[in-house]
Structures are given as structure tokens and as C-alpha cells.
């Protein structure tokens, strides 16, 4: 039987993240990937300029991918409204299955201008319906409203913990580099609260840009095929490690490039 994925996302036409990242990544696991397109993200030279669908178009995406029977599982990446956010809480009202909740509050292109209502909503109304939530270190501060860079494995620990209880979910926290020096500190804290901590050694690379949705693809596709999801945590961090790893250039212009989901799959000549 074959599993369907659901993809709620932003396009980014440079593939530096958004449903093109979410697509690839769900190819290397032969899920079928289906998509409902919240925005376009135009990433220019000196930030990021979105553009929202109109709502009466997203809800009609919506309506049209609830004509599928089934998902086995669905991520949410980057809303840009209160009114998408509460199209998707009605959407995700009626699914029972594990849902994928990527905060995307930042980009790595430039920054967002978020109404603390929009951060309100994730917390309240959009995580409780959740598995998991996947926030970076900055969006996991904004959502807790804090201001100080946890510091140590502990603190990080701490962090998670208070994310997963005001959230009502399980969370995978992407701390990053600032927590422990030459490290990449992941923390979970898993359905029944359980924590593990994931340190890795850190890569140099500038090739990163959509590393999170990534990350979070591959989570919601290994969960969709029944994987328990510390297991999939782990496998969706080293598949973002191998993508960061095979990542590329885009123009001979830009410092960043994209990191590349679909290693495996590429002729090496
Ligand atoms: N420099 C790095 N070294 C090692 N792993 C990394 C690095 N950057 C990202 N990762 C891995 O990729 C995952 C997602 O990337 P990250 O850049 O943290 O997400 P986001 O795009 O949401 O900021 C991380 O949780 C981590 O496992
Ligand atoms: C539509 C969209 N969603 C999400 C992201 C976040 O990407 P990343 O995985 O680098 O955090 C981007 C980045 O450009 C994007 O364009």
C-alpha cells in the first residue's frame, strides 16, 4: 500500500527549503507527497519577500487534499496568518495520525515580521494537535518568550521540557552550536515526556538552507511508516547531516547554498 504524505508549506523557488525541500526528501523514502501551498517565498539578494496565497485559495487546497482518504502523516511548515493557522487547526481537527508541526518563525535568508498573535496561536491552538514540534533556537525562544541563549546541556534540557508542557507535544528541539562549544546539541522530549539528548559534531558548511524542513520531512515520512519517534529523530538527524554534507552552491554570487535531500539518489559522474 502506498503511504501518502501531506506536505501544508511555502514554496521556495531556490530549493532552499519549503514543499520543494518537503517533496525531495519524501521521494528518498517512496511516500507518495502531496502538497497545499500556503505562500511563495522570494528569496532575493538582501532577504526574503513572501507572498501569501489568498486565503479563499488556501482553504480551497485544503478542501481539494481532503478529498484523499487517508495521509499517514502530514507536516506543517511556514504559515503566514492567523487565518491560515486557523485553517489548518480545522483541517488537523478531523486527522488522526502524527502530525509535524515545523515552526518556521525565521529564515536563514532574512528575517520575518511576526505578530506575537501568530506566535500565540502555534502555542495555543496549532501544537496541542501536533506529535511534534521541530523549533530552531530562535523560534523555540520567541515561542517562550525568552531572551537568554540557554547555555549549557541542562539549560537546553530545561528549555525543551518547558516548550513540550506549554505546547501539549512532544518537541525536537534544534538548539544548534551556541549551547556547547564545536557541537550540534538536538534534545527531544518524546511523547511520554521522555528526554534524550542528540550531540553531533558540527559540520562547517555554508550549504544549509533548508536543513529544518529537512529535517522535519523526513521525520513526518519515517513516521508515517510507523517508526517510534525517537528512532525517527535520530534517522532524520543524520539524513540532515548527509544532506548539509552533499549540500551545493546555487551561484558563483551567493556565500549560502542549499543543502541536497536527494543524495542518494544522484549519479556521481
Ligand atoms: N552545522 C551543522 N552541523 C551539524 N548538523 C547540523 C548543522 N546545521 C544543521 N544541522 C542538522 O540539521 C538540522 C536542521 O537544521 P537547522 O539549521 O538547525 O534548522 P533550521 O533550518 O530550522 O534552522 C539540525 O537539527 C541538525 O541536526
Ligand atoms: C517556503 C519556505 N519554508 C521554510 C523555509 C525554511 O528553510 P530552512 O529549512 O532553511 O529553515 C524556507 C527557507 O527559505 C522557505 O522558503
Not at 523514502?29 to 496565497?53: T, W
Not at 546541556?153 to 556547547?180: H, M, P, W, Y
Request: aromatic residues 6%.
Amino acid at each position: 500500500m502506498v503511504k501518502k504524505v501531506l506536505t501544508i508549506a511555502g514554496s521556495d523557488s531556490l530549493s532552499g527549503g519549503g514543499l520543494q525541500a518537503d517533496l525531495a526528501t519524501f521521494a528518498t523514502q517512496g511516500v507518495a507527497g502531496f502538497s497545499v501551498i500556503s505562500s511563495l517565498a522570494i528569496i532575493e539578494k538582501d532577504g526574503v519577500r513572501i507572498k501569501p496565497v489568498d486565503q479563499s485559495t488556501f482553504d480551497a487546497q485544503l478542501a481539494s487534499v481532503g478529498q484523499v482518504d487517508h495521509f499517514d502523516a502530514i507536516k506543517v511548515g511556514l504559515l503566514c496568518s492567523l487565518e491560515q493557522i486557523h485553517s489548518v487547526v480545522r483541517f488537523l481537527k478531523d486527522y488522526i495520525g502524527p502530525v509535524v508541526v515545523d515552526p518556521v518563525l525565521f529564515f536563514k535568508e532574512g528575517n520575518l515580521t511576526l505578530e506575537r498573535s501568530i506566535i500565540k496561536a502555534y502555542i495555543e491552538q496549532l501544537f496541542p494537535l501536533a506529535t511534534v514540534a521541530t523549533p530552531n533556537l530562535r523560534e523555540a525562544m520567541s515561542l517562550l518568550g525568552e531572551d537568554e541563549i540557554p547555555k549549557s546541556k541542562g539549560a537546553a534540557l530545561n528549555f525543551t521540557k518547558q516548550l513540550s508542557l506549554s505546547a501539549r507535544c512532544a518537541i525536537l528541539f534544534k538548539a544548534g552550536d551556541e549551547v556547547l562549544a564545536d557541537q550540534f546539541v538536538d534534545l527531544l522530549i518524546d511523547e511520554e515526556g521522555h528526554p534524550a539528548v542528540i550531540r553531533h559534531k558540527l559540520i562547517q558548511s555554508d550549504y544549509r538552507d533548508g536543513a529544518g524542513c529537512t529535517l522535519a520531512a523526513m521525520l513526518t515520512a519515517r513516521l508515517a511508516q510507523n517508526e517510534e519517534l525517537k528512532d525517527a529523530a535520530k534517522t532524520s538527524i543524520d539524513f540532515a547531516r548527509q544532506s548539509i554534507l552533499h549540500g551545493y552552491t546555487i551561484s558563483s554570487d551567493r556565500e549560502e547554498g542549499n543543502v541536497f535531500p536527494n543524495w542518494s539518489l544522484a549519479n556521481d559522474d
